[in-house]
Protein backbone atom coordinates (compact mmCIF):
# COMPACT_ATOMS: atom_id res chain seq x y z
CA UNK A 1 0.00 0.00 0.00
CA UNK A 2 1.39 3.72 -0.81
CA UNK A 3 1.54 6.08 1.93
CA UNK A 4 2.55 9.41 3.06
CA UNK A 5 0.97 10.75 6.16
CA UNK A 6 2.63 14.15 8.03
CA UNK A 7 2.07 14.48 11.81
CA UNK A 8 2.52 16.54 14.60
CA UNK A 9 1.59 19.64 14.16
CA UNK A 10 -0.58 21.49 17.01
CA UNK A 11 -0.88 24.85 18.57
CA UNK A 12 1.96 25.99 20.20
CA UNK A 13 2.89 29.74 21.39
CA UNK A 14 5.69 31.98 20.00
CA UNK A 15 9.20 30.47 20.92
CA UNK A 16 8.13 26.89 21.39
CA UNK A 17 8.84 23.80 19.59
CA UNK A 18 7.23 21.05 17.49
CA UNK A 19 8.54 17.77 15.77
CA UNK A 20 7.04 16.93 12.13
CA UNK A 21 7.08 13.48 11.27
CA UNK A 22 6.47 12.43 7.77
CA UNK A 23 6.06 8.62 7.65
CA UNK A 24 6.73 7.04 4.04
CA UNK A 25 5.88 3.35 2.71
CA UNK A 26 8.91 2.11 1.00
CA UNK A 27 6.41 0.83 -2.12
CA UNK A 28 5.71 4.73 -2.57
CA UNK A 29 9.23 5.80 -2.60
CA UNK A 30 12.77 5.73 -0.22
CA UNK A 31 13.94 8.82 1.69
CA UNK A 32 17.20 7.16 1.48
CA UNK A 33 17.32 7.16 -2.10
CA UNK A 34 15.42 10.33 -3.03
CA UNK A 35 15.67 14.10 -2.08
CA UNK A 36 13.05 14.74 0.23
CA UNK A 37 11.38 18.47 1.38
CA UNK A 38 9.30 20.02 3.76
CA UNK A 39 6.76 23.01 2.45
CA UNK A 40 4.46 24.74 4.00
CA UNK A 41 1.01 26.59 2.83
CA UNK A 42 -0.71 29.43 3.99
CA UNK A 43 -4.62 29.47 2.50
CA UNK A 44 -4.30 31.44 -0.45
CA UNK A 45 -0.49 31.71 -1.13
CA UNK A 46 1.79 29.52 -2.67
CA UNK A 47 2.85 26.28 -1.30
CA UNK A 48 6.54 27.48 -0.09
CA UNK A 49 9.89 25.28 0.23
CA UNK A 50 11.15 25.05 3.85
CA UNK A 51 13.81 22.84 4.03
CA UNK A 52 15.03 19.67 1.98
CA UNK A 53 17.37 16.96 2.25
CA UNK A 54 19.16 15.18 -0.35
CA UNK A 55 19.73 11.50 -0.93
CA UNK A 56 23.37 11.61 0.41
CA UNK A 57 22.05 13.48 3.46
CA UNK A 58 22.69 17.17 2.65
CA UNK A 59 20.31 19.64 3.86
CA UNK A 60 19.13 23.19 2.87
CA UNK A 61 16.87 25.76 4.21
CA UNK A 62 14.79 28.91 3.44
CA UNK A 63 16.59 31.92 4.97
CA UNK A 64 13.52 32.60 6.88
CA UNK A 65 14.00 28.93 9.26
CA UNK A 66 17.75 28.81 9.31
CA UNK A 67 19.13 28.46 12.36
CA UNK A 68 15.31 27.00 13.67
CA UNK A 69 14.62 24.14 11.56
CA UNK A 70 16.10 21.13 11.36
CA UNK A 71 15.85 18.06 9.03
CA UNK A 72 16.44 14.77 9.57
CA UNK A 73 15.31 11.24 8.52
CA UNK A 74 15.70 7.75 10.24
CA UNK A 75 16.27 5.22 6.96
CA UNK A 76 15.12 2.07 8.91
CA UNK A 77 11.91 3.77 9.68
CA UNK A 78 11.74 5.50 6.01
CA UNK A 79 10.51 8.56 7.83
CA UNK A 80 11.70 12.32 6.99
CA UNK A 81 11.52 14.67 10.39
CA UNK A 82 11.17 18.52 10.91
CA UNK A 83 12.35 19.92 14.41
CA UNK A 84 11.05 23.36 14.42
CA UNK A 85 12.56 25.32 17.38
CA UNK A 86 11.59 29.19 18.12
CA UNK A 87 8.61 28.81 16.45
CA UNK A 88 7.04 32.31 14.90
CA UNK A 89 3.49 33.47 14.25
CA UNK A 90 4.71 33.70 10.28
CA UNK A 91 5.55 29.82 10.05
CA UNK A 92 1.66 29.33 10.65
CA UNK A 93 0.85 26.88 7.77
CA UNK A 94 -0.04 23.26 7.11
CA UNK A 95 3.22 21.76 6.44
CA UNK A 96 3.75 18.69 3.58
CA UNK A 97 6.24 16.38 2.75
CA UNK A 98 7.03 15.23 -0.69
CA UNK A 99 10.21 14.45 -3.00
CA UNK A 100 11.42 17.21 -5.02
CA UNK A 101 10.73 17.31 -7.32
CA UNK A 102 7.02 16.01 -6.45
CA UNK A 103 5.50 12.83 -6.78
CA UNK A 104 3.48 12.57 -9.42
CA UNK A 105 1.35 10.67 -7.17
CA UNK A 106 0.51 13.41 -5.49
CA UNK A 107 0.20 15.01 -1.95
CA UNK A 108 -0.78 14.61 1.83
CA UNK A 109 -2.89 15.91 3.68
CA UNK A 110 -0.18 17.99 5.84
CA UNK A 111 -0.33 18.55 9.25
CA UNK A 112 -1.43 22.15 10.59
CA UNK A 113 0.91 24.27 12.56
CA UNK A 114 -0.32 27.61 14.58
CA UNK A 115 1.80 29.86 16.51
CA UNK A 116 -0.18 31.82 18.63
CA UNK A 117 -0.37 33.25 22.41
Known amino acids: QEHLVESGGGLVQPGGSLRLSCVVS??????????VAWHRQVPGQERELVAM???????NYADSVKGRFTISRDTAENTVYLQMDGLRPEDTAVYYC???????WGWGQGTQVTVSS
Open 98 to 104: NTRPPLK
Open 53 to 59: ITSDGRT
Open 26 to 35: RRLFSVRANT
